[in-house]
């Protein structure tokens, strides 16, 4: 399966998720245009044929050490703490990567 398939099909899990807007939904503009979204925050995108999810810095951290990704650059020189781009190739991985960075983005966006 392409990358973009892979990618689309988890567009098609996560879509029913509260709060989740999808690649191609109205409103969507420019930069994370392609993304997925939650309460207007991107959790999950595809850049280069690759997943990139944002997650804790530690579990960034972690996940790189066990060599389940690799460090995201956004084309500026240097890896975004939060940013993890997968190098796991299978739908599992990248469906239980994604729901860690939904869950982990929708708590950060929580108003007290």
């Known amino acids: 399966m392409l ?11 996560l879509r029913a998720s509260p709060g989740v807007s999808v690649p191609g939904e109205p409103g969507q503009r420019g930069f994370g245009s392609n993304a997925l979204k939650v309460q207007g925050s991107i959790f999950a995108m595809i850049s280069g044929g690759r997943l990139v999810v944002k997650l804790p810095h530690q579990r960034v951290e972690t996940l790189i050490g066990i060599g389940v990704g ?15 781009t997968v190098t796991a190739d299978d739908e599992q991985s990248w469906l239980a990567l994604a729901r860690e960075a939904l869950d982990f983005v929708r708590s950060q966006r929580r108003t007290p």
């Open 3 to 13: 990358p973009e398939e892979r990618f689309n099909a988890l567009v098609d899990v």
């Open 70 to 84: 690799s460090p995201f650059d956004a084309g500026k020189g240097r890896a975004m703490r939060e940013w993890l």
